[in-house]
Structure formats: structure tokens, C-alpha cells
């Protein structure tokens, strides 16, 4: 009797997840070039409200100035290249350098030179600009000064998120922080497939329909959605939507009468290590027990899957295989990896 033989297709191989080299052009080809959730427009509310952030090693400012318009810029002097700013947020006049004192506006534009007779300094009178763009509330920066509008690159995205009029009306109200021994990629290869939810999540598995659990595949993202079991026909109609925006931004939307979101940011931090940023938005700094118990819930989720990364990055550095094998259903991680090919330019 004949046998079939299934055609195998290969995943990224494994040296892509804990050599240094690849870990040092991503941040050149991807994390320098795209469009990157930096934070939100609840944290720069006020005029002279700032916040600091950091990706591919590069250290960045994003501020309200006096015309009320959202900047960011590198957090770096143009004197000596001291960073400027320390502090994680607040709220300034001026920022200062405490090198030489060096001052500046809240657009990053020289204030005062105390050791220079004048401004005038040419390109070294500002703070290197970022591109920077603002949608739902969100900001977004790219470090690639010939950076194309988001729209370009994100365009069926945001016509699909759209839809969702709430999402103005959101502001910031929780913030975690955790740092993951593994590789960044192995953080969205999990998210990106839910083959092991009913194994590792038991309690998103009971919440969740597993037979009708959907992952769509778009330009530049991915949707995944499945209705509530516990909901009415009626309100399963307004199911949650979990986004994967490349190249590392999850973003969790729940609509209906209190709708609310949340972001996850998987920032690289060495090839066996990543920071995953976890923010929650509501309509109001108070939270309701039904929304501490859905943190509670995506918390407890989040938990289980550090559990699984964390192990699964021991194996990549072994000789027991090359590569991987991607299953029938795991065609949005095959997507994943295609784009990053696409701009690593790599085998």
C-alpha cells in the first residue's frame, strides 16, 4: 500500500535566534527602518509632558512642545553626544544636558550653548528629528530618515482598525514590564499560532472557541479572532480582534459598551533576550472589577506563554536540527518569516 509523503517546509533556521551577527543587522535592516510603537498620546497630554524611550539601542525622546504639537527626537546632545534626558517621564521647561549644560526647547531645538557665543551651530542647533505619526492615539516613530508614510506601508491596517471610533477616546492607564530569555521572533512565532492553546492556556481555551479560532493574513499584519463561548449570539457578533502588526507590535481590541485595548511591545534586547511592554487602555483611570479581571486573564496568558519561549530558546542553540518544519495551520508565522527575509535579505 502506498504511503504519502508530506512536503515539508522549512522555518527560519535557528541560528537566526542566537547569533549575534543576525541580532546586530536586525536592528540595522528592521527595528532602524519601520514603523515602531513608541507610546501614546495620554502620557504627553500637557504641554512640556514627555516620556524616553529606547529601540535598537537607540535612545529617543518624544515631547509636547509650546504649539502643542508631538515631537520626538534623539536623546542625545549634539555637542559631545551625552544623553540628555534620564528620567523615564515628566514634565520641563527645557531639557539639559548635564554634561555642559547645553539646554533645549521642548522640539529638541537648541535653547542655550553656555560654552558657544552663539546658536547658530548649523545641524548640531537641534536635537537629531524622528519621524513620527499619530494614529489612534497611538505614536508610532521610524528611524529611517527616508521613511514612507505609514499609510503606504500600513494602509490596510488602519482602514481595518478604523472601524473602531472608541479607540480615540482611550488613554493609558496601565503599564507592564517584563524581560523574556528569549529571542524576539520566538515571542510573535507563539503569538502567531494558537496549536498550543489548548495545551498551554486551558482557561483562554474554555473562553474561546477553538473550532472556530481564525487567523486572517493581511498586508504587513495578521488578524486573529474567535467568539466568546460564554457570550450571547448577539454579543458574540462584537468579538475580540488580536492583531500582529509587523514587526513586533500585538495589539488586543475588545469593543462593545466599555471597549478597550491592549498593546504589547516586543523591543530586542540581545539574541536570547527581549523586553515585552505591556500597556492597557481604558476610558477612564478607574477601573471596573469586569476590566481588572480581563488584565487578570490576559496577564495569566501572557504568563503561561514566558513559560513556553523562555524553553523553547534553549533548544535553538543545540545541533539537533537546523530548522524547524511549519504545520498546515501555521501559515501566519510562515508569513512572518517571509517578511523578515524579505528585509534581512538573508537564506
Same mark, same amino acid.
Given at each position: 500500500?502506498? =504511503? ?10 535557528y541560528k537566526?535566534? %542566537? ?7 536586525? @536592528? ?14 495620554s ?14 539601542d ?11 504639537? $508631538? ?23 527645557v ?23 552663539t546658536?547658530e ?8 528629528k ?32 478604523? @472601524? ?8 493609558k ?8 530569555d ?6 510573535? &512565532? ?8 489548548? $495545551? ?11 473550532k472556530?479560532y481564525f ?5 504587513n ?7 466568546m463561548?460564554s457570550?450571547s ?12 502588526v509587523w514587526?513586533?507590535?500585538? %495589539?488586543?481590541?475588545y ?29 477612564? &483611570?478607574? $477601573? ?15 504568563l503561561?506563554?514566558?513559560d513556553? %519561549?523562555?524553553?523553547?530558546?534553549k533548544?535553538?542553540d543545540?545541533?539537533a536540527f ?6 498546515? =495551520? ?5 508569513y ?11 537564506d
Amino acid at each position: 500500500m502506498a =504511503t504519502t509523503t508530506h512536503t515539508l517546509e522549512y522555518t527560519l533556521p535557528y541560528k537566526n535566534y %542566537v547569533d549575534p551577527r543576525v541580532f546586530e543587522n536586525e @536592528k540595522k535592516e528592521i527595528f532602524q527602518k519601520s514603523w515602531i510603537l513608541a507610546g501614546h498620546t495620554s502620557q504627553v497630554e500637557n504641554i512640556g509632558d514627555f516620556f524616553t524611550f529606547d529601540i535598537a539601542d537607540q535612545p529617543l525622546i518624544i515631547s509636547r512642545d509650546r504649539n502643542n504639537e $508631538i515631537n520626538a527626537f534623539y536623546n542625545i546632545c549634539p555637542h559631545r553626544g551625552s544623553k540628555v534626558e534620564k528620567s523615564e517621564s515628566g514634565n520641563k521647561r527645557v531639557f539639559m544636558c548635564q554634561y555642559h549644560g547645553w539646554t533645549f526647547q521642548l522640539d529638541g531645538k537648541l535653547n542655550k550653548a553656555p560654552n558657544f557665543p552663539t546658536n547658530e551651530l548649523g545641524k548640531h542647533s537641534c536635537m537629531t528629528k524622528v519621524s513620527l505619526e499619530i494614529f489612534k492615539g497611538m505614536i508610532f516613530i521610524n528611524l529611517d530618515p527616508e521613511a514612507k508614510p505609514m499609510k503606504e506601508t500600513y494602509g490596510e491596517l488602519m482602514e481595518n482598525m478604523g @472601524k473602531y471610533d472608541f479607540l480615540d477616546s482611550l488613554k493609558k492607564v496601565r503599564v507592564t514590564t517584563r524581560v523574556i530569555d528569549a529571542n524576539w521572533k520566538a515571542v510573535v &512565532d507563539n503569538y502567531l499560532e494558537c496549536d498550543h492553546c489548548k $495545551i498551554a492556556h486551558p482557561e483562554f481555551a474554555k473562553t474561546f472557541d477553538m473550532k472556530n479560532y481564525f487567523i486572517d493574513l493581511h498586508d504587513n499584519f495578521s488578524c486573529q479572532y474567535s467568539k466568546m463561548t460564554s457570550k450571547s449570539d448577539e454579543e458574540r457578533e462584537e468579538h475580540a480582534n488580536f492583531y500582529w502588526v509587523w514587526p513586533n507590535l500585538m %495589539v488586543s481590541i475588545y469593543p462593545g459598551e466599555d471597549g478597550n485595548m491592549t498593546t504589547s511591545q516586543i523591543i530586542p534586547l540581545a539574541p536570547d533576550k527581549s523586553l515585552a511592554i505591556y500597556s492597557y487602555y481604558f476610558k477612564s &483611570d478607574e $477601573i471596573s472589577e469586569e476590566q481588572e479581571e480581563l488584565i487578570r486573564f490576559v496577564d495569566q496568558v501572557r504568563l503561561e506563554d514566558f513559560d513556553l %519561549v523562555e524553553f523553547l530558546q534553549k533548544g535553538f542553540d543545540t545541533q539537533a536540527f537546523e530548522h524547524g518544519i511549519y504545520s498546515p =495551520t501555521e501559515y501566519a508565522i510562515k508569513y512572518f518569516h517571509q517578511r523578515y527575509i524579505e528585509e534581512m535579505k538573508v537564506d
